[in-house]
């Protein structure tokens, strides 16, 4: 039987581009194998979303062609640079851009002229890869937000909601295979059904979605500040089976930075956002991502924003430091940051996040959490509760116990210790 392999870089939505593919592959007769040395082919899905990235998936391409095997390249660098890739790397058997993706498998038959030319990329043939109990779900494509700083729009195109219907079936699908865990994705999911004829939006997604009794938790990922609604907060506070977890990436606390990034809201709106989820779900777990170095930016823009974090409190926070992308209007701004000043601004940012995270993890210790097995390590299960999602981003919840524990249990954990980032307990029977 031929054999393919796969190398996915880049975000969650990328994986489950992946997993799509695979699940093309499969339905095509190839074995799924995680040993390159193995595979007859060798599919490496890109991201070119910043320069590091771009460079990590040049690298991989490279590291792939050593195995003389057939390479196939795709994703998000194929997508924004084809010709200059067909230019520079003729090796590659196969380059097929997201805008190629319907017609996927006539791209590749040119490499395995057996491939059935009339199988496309089906959201109901996907092979999961995130275990048997945990799924992403894709509802989505694209973003309209047009931040001045970034690519996406550029790549992926306007914002695209998918069909109720379709994602409530895939969701089913999911659920009968015996899915407990699914997490929501978009680059804006806050923004779903404002394309759609037919009147609806994320709350009405996560009502429609919340029928099916066999997901336990229920996770939103990716939010725009001004697009979450009272209705969404209220909905995540009174389902229990929302998990209380919002992913909200602010880029920057400071207004006239905001203002320049093409980010909708000041520091204040952003300031009542946050009081308003913790005064309704003091539960809720907050996190954020931060990008300093954006052209403009000060000293005492990152000590504001430093400030800023330490008032709010957000219990994960990810910071990146600008990069210059081609085709973006900041590309051209002025008062562009040296490097070695953003990674110097990125370090203090996250020291500074390193006390708040520990602070905010201490007040979790007596605390009894529900959640799912995800693994081991060493000694220790893993957990992941309302604390943490599902993108290895977060901190870990490691937990001790006497009984043997299988993948997809779900458990009860108390607290007992924590530490930066992480957290220990032990079950309760």
Do not use: W
């Amino acid at each position: 039987m031929k054999k393919v392999g796969i190398v996915s870089l880049g975000c969650q939505k990328n994986l489950v581009d992946s997993e799509n593919i695979l699940g093309l592959f499969d339905r095509n007769g190839y074995e799924i194998t995680s040993d390159p040395k193995e595979a007859d082919v060798i599919v490496i899905n890109t991201c070119g979303f910043i320069e590091s990235a771009k460079k990590e998936s040049i690298e991989n391409i490279l590291e792939m062609l050593n195995y003389n095997k057939k390479i196939v390249v795709t994703g998000c660098l194929v997508q924004r640079y084809l010709t200059e890739l067909k230019k520079e790397i003729p090796e590659v058997d196969a380059f097929i851009p997201i805008r190629e993706y319907e017609h996927f498998n006539k791209h590749f038959a040119v490499i395995d002229p057996s491939v059935d030319t009339s199988i496309g990329l089906d959201d109901e043939y996907r092979i999961i890869s995130t275990g048997p109990f945990s799924a992403f779900l894709k509802i989505g494509e694209g973003c309209d937000n047009c931040c001045t700083y970034c690519a996406i729009p550029l790549i992926r195109g306007h914002f695209v909601s998918r069909n109720l219907k379709a994602i409530i079936k895939e969701a089913k699908d999911l659920a009968s295979n015996g899915i407990k865990e699914i997490t929501i994705l978009e680059q804006d999911t806050t923004k779903y059904g404002i394309d759609l004829k037919e009147k609806t939006d994320i709350v009405d997604l996560l009502k429609q979605l919340l029928k099916i009794k066999e997901f336990d938790y229920i996770r939103l990922l990716y939010l725009y500040p001004d697009e979450i609604s009272d209705e969404l907060i209220d909905l995540i506070s009174k389902e229990k089976r929302l998990t209380p977890y919002f992913d909200i990436p602010i880029q920057h606390s400071e207004t006239h930075i905001l203002k320049d990034m093409n980010r909708r809201g000041d520091k204040e709106f952003l300031r009542n956002l946050f009081t308003k989820i913790r005064n309704k779900i003091p539960n809720a777990i907050l996190r954020t991502t931060i990008m300093v170095g954006f052209p403009g930016e000060t000293m005492e823009d990152v000590n504001n924003l430093i400030e800023f974090m330490k008032e709010i409190k957000f219990d994960h926070l990810g910071a990146f430091t600008y990069s210059q992308e081609e085709g973006t209007k900041a590309f051209d701004l002025p008062n562009q940051v040296e490097e070695c000043e953003k990674n110097k601004r990125r370090d203090l940012v996250m020291k500074a996040q390193q006390k708040i995270s520990y602070s905010q993890n201490k007040l979790h210790v007596g605390e009894v959490m529900e959640g799912l097995v995800i693994g081991k390590e060493h000694d220790n299960y893993l957990l992941r509760s309302y604390f943490n999602a599902p993108d290895d981003i977060d901190g870990k919840i490691f937990v001790r116990s006497n009984k043997i524990l299988n993948l997809g249990d779900k458990i009860r954990v108390k607290i007992t210790d924590v530490f930066v980032y992480d957290l220990m307990g032990e079950i309760v029977e």
